[in-house]
């Protein structure tokens, strides 16, 4: 096996952490480049109904997505922590039975997501003239969930070890790919939705093949006949670990579709507005996404050589550098959000694309100003993660439905509008108070001193 990837039990912290993350980040920024770009070339060439229509099946999106990134999540940990204590034949069974429950679980996925897709949107109550589009964009996007499947595990092997890089270039290879294939398809084919949708399966399949083919060239994906047969505790411990983050990321979704769903009863110039600031959403978190990867692997792969002091350093080291670059973020947010939002609101009234625009600047300035919130989320969730802990997590997911959802539906006769924007702060905050909660009990229970890896034993 070539030497790939980086050990984080040994050198500074922060560094390790910016090191991981830096790659992260810019893969993260070029995984929201190209979704920016499907919002600009569907709303510019085809219209306010058309962004409506991706609008309206985000969240639905989102959590079919968000569930394939949980499981491959809480795969990862396990393979980090392998990996720090230099389990190398523990590490490739590992890898080959959770390449095998990846595939069991993207066929039933992409079943149950093709099935429940016509009842969603009714559930939805997605307006009747965009209704036909949401359907054919989301279809295609949901064929395409085994390739984001093993995109994902791909990359969360090589995060697991410490390489950012080939998710980066992975990622950079995507972006440029889906926007070539959006102008082409979109622009000049005059494909409508459908070819945005087709654009984003095409480029993510091109970033998995880019991940396996390091895998390969690495070795890492050098597992016998012998790995990839499941083995009944080791298929139920990376199940205990991922399912808890998919369930999380899931139950996160849900409430962001009953949102929609409130978001849907106004008008197609609010959904619209409402859709291009979510589309800024993942720019806003870009750099908290990137810290939370590497916090998760840098706490699982000092977990496997029981370096506790190096964990609560870690953690503290990065939750700084998050609020800092949070309050950067937002700072940029409130002085260009304007100038970025008008790039892909567009319509033939003028009245109605200001006033498309007015909405969507209101609730990014509110995000921007509340973003530090956001990232020490973030930040501890994944801290959490990273010492095996996903129950939690889990448990902060359903706090922000409880605050999402209750927003959406009570403070509407109170708010107006404006509460579906609050409602999403204060998910962030329920979710904050339960993580600072369960960080600081288990951080408790650990000793003052490391010890012998051979100590973790039942310990954590």
């Given at each position: 096996m070539q030497s790939v990837g980086k050990n984080m039990t040994r050198g500074n912290p922060l560094k390790l952490i910016l090191a991981l993350s830096l790659p992260l980040m810019v893969a993260n920024a070029f995984q929201q480049l190209y979704t920016v770009a499907d919002t600009a070339i569907v709303g510019s060439v085809l219209g306010l109904g058309a962004l409506a229509a991706l609008g309206a099946v985000d969240w639905f999106n989102w959590m079919m997505l968000s569930i394939v990134q949980g499981l491959a999540q809480g795969f990862s940990v396990r393979m980090a922590r392998q990996f720090g204590a230099d389990d190398r034949s523990g590490l490739r069974r590992t890898i080959g039975n959770a390449c095998t429950l990846s595939l069991l679980c993207a066929v039933l996925l992409t079943a149950c997501a093709q099935l429940l897709t016509p009842v969603v949107l009714r559930v939805l109550e997605t307006p009747e003239e965009i209704?036909?589009?949401?359907?054919?964009?989301?279809?295609?996007?949901?064929?395409?969930?085994?390739?984001?499947?093993?995109?994902?595990?791909?990359?969360?092997?090589?995060?697991?070890?410490?390489?950012?890089?080939?998710?980066?270039?992975?990622?950079?290879?995507?972006?440029?790919?889906?926007?070539?294939?959006?102008?082409?398809?979109?622009?000049?084919?005059?494909?409508?939705?459908?070819?945005?949708?087709?654009?984003?399966?095409?480029?993510?399949?091109?970033?998995?093949?880019?991940?396996?083919?390091?895998?390969?060239?690495?070795?890492?994906?050098?597992?016998?006949?012998?790995?990839?047969?499941?083995?009944?505790?080791?298929?139920?411990?990376?199940?205990?670990?991922?399912?808890?983050?998919?369930?999380?990321?899931?139950?996160?979704?849900?409430?962001?579709?009953?949102?929609?769903?409130?978001?849907?009863?106004?008008?197609?110039?609010?959904?619209?507005?409402?859709?291009?600031?979510?589309?800024?959403?993942?720019?806003?978190?870009?750099?908290?996404?990137?810290?939370?990867?590497?916090?998760?692997?840098?706490?699982?792969?000092?977990?496997?050589?029981?370096?506790?002091?190096r964990i609560r350093k870690g953690v503290g080291a990065g939750t700084a550098i998050g609020v800092v670059t949070s309050l950067v973020i937002g700072a940029a947010m409130l002085l260009f959000g304007r100038a970025i939002l008008s790039g892909f609101i567009t319509s033939q009234d003028p009245a109605e694309a200001r006033q498309a625009l007015a909405y969507a600047m209101q609730f990014l300035r509110l995000m921007s100003v509340c973003l530090p919130v956001l990232y020490v989320l973030h930040i501890i969730r994944s801290s959490l993660q990273g010492m095996g802990d996903t129950l939690f997590p889990m448990f902060s997911g359903l706090a922000e439905l409880a605050m999402r959802v209750g927003a959406a539906l009570i403070l509407p006769a109170f708010l107006g509008y404006e509460a579906v924007f609050v409602g999403e702060v204060l998910a962030w905050v329920g979710a904050d108070v339960i993580l600072l909660a369960r960080y600081w009990t288990r951080m408790r229970r650990f000793p003052a001193a490391d010890r012998a890896p051979e100590a973790l034993a039942e310990e954590i």
């Open positions: 209704v036909g589009m949401s359907l054919a964009y989301i279809r295609i996007i949901f064929w395409g969930l085994p390739v984001v499947m093993a995109f994902n595990l791909f990359s969360a092997i090589l995060r697991s070890v410490g390489d950012g890089r080939t998710p980066l270039l992975a990622m950079i290879v995507a972006c440029v790919i889906n926007i070539s294939l959006d102008l082409l398809f979109v622009a000049s084919f005059d494909m409508g939705v459908e070819g945005a949708a087709i654009a984003t399966v095409i480029a993510q399949g091109c970033s998995a093949l880019f991940c396996l083919r390091t895998l390969l060239r690495t070795g890492l994906l050098k597992v016998d006949r012998e790995d990839l047969r499941p083995e009944a505790k080791l298929c139920l411990d990376l199940m205990a670990l991922g399912a808890p983050v998919a369930v999380q990321n899931m139950v996160i979704s849900l409430g962001g579709m009953i949102v929609q769903r409130v978001v849907n009863s106004f008008d197609v110039v609010f959904v619209a507005g409402y859709t291009a600031t979510n589309k800024l959403y993942g720019l806003l978190e870009i750099a908290a996404t990137s810290f939370g990867y590497a916090m998760t692997v840098y706490v699982s792969q000092n977990l496997g050589v029981c370096a506790y002091r």
